[in-house]
């Protein structure tokens, strides 16, 4: 167990539709990142928060969105969705804003658009 | 940022070291290199990190080259529960962990 919790663990719902993924980091770690695994892309780096604050951005559409709260919590929400958006979906989390310690990743939430 | 490269897979037999290759060519002077790995259907998961120098931890070492661009994930006695995808990164000038395609790695008894 990590200590990275993500909610839901699985979820399935119809193109065009929107999806809230939530993510509660370790206790203690200020650094939320989500990445994205899909079958013919691997892991994709997302976004990175830190303290609240948007600290990296990677391969994210415009069609999705974070943000992390005061709680340290982070939400990723997905919306006009595509059966390409199908994929497991990771949050991870550090004590530092930047990954030169490790990372602890969740278990991650099945996204299926059907 | 800076790439890696590593085998697509490698075999191993229980109880045997294993040594992951992870060549980093054009790695910068502030690149950490990184070692993940992802069990089926679980998350990645760290096992090991470095910068100059050659690492040691409970679960493996890592040893950088001289030159810094090259490095191996060494796992000194391969279990079945090591059978995994092992992801080489390096941190990026933006400090961001991109995993590439990794190293399945397939252990036999």
């Known amino acids: 167990d990590s200590g990275v919790t993500q909610t839901p663990k699985h979820l399935i719902t119809a193109t065009g539709q929107r999806v809230t993924l939530r993510c509660s980091p370790r206790?203690?770690?200020?650094?939320v990142y989500w990445y994205q695994q899909s079958l013919d892309q691997g892991l994709q780096f997302l976004i990175q928060y830190y303290n609240g604050e948007e600290r990296a951005k990677g391969n994210i559409l415009e069609r999705f969105s974070a943000q992390q709260f005061p709680d340290l919590h982070s939400e990723l929400n997905l919306s006009s969705l595509e059966l390409g958006d199908s994929a497991l979906y990771f949050c991870?989390?550090?004590?530092?804003?930047?990954?030169?310690?490790?990372?602890?990743f969740g278990e991650g939430s099945r996204l299926t658009v059907l | 940022d800076a790439k890696t490269t590593q085998p697509n897979s490698m075999e191993s037999n229980e109880e045997e070291p294993v040594h992951l290759p992870c060549n980093h060519s054009?790695?910068?002077?502030?690149?950490?290199i990184h070692w993940y790995r992802q069990l089926p259907s679980q998350g990645p998961e760290y096992v090991i990190h470095?910068?100059?120098s050659n690492v040691n931890n409970r679960m493996a070492s890592l040893a950088i080259a001289e030159d810094r661009k090259s490095s191996t994930l060494i796992l000194h006695r391969a279990t079945l529960r090591d059978a995994a995808v092992y992801y080489c990164i390096l941190s990026g000038e933006r400090n961001m962990l991109t995993f590439g395609g990794g190293t399945r790695l397939m252990v036999k008894p």
């Open positions: 054009t790695i910068s002077g502030t690149d950490y």
């Open positions: 991870a989390s550090s004590v530092a804003g930047q990954p030169t310690g490790e990372l602890f």
């Open positions: 206790s203690g770690d200020l650094s």
């Open positions: 470095g910068l100059t």
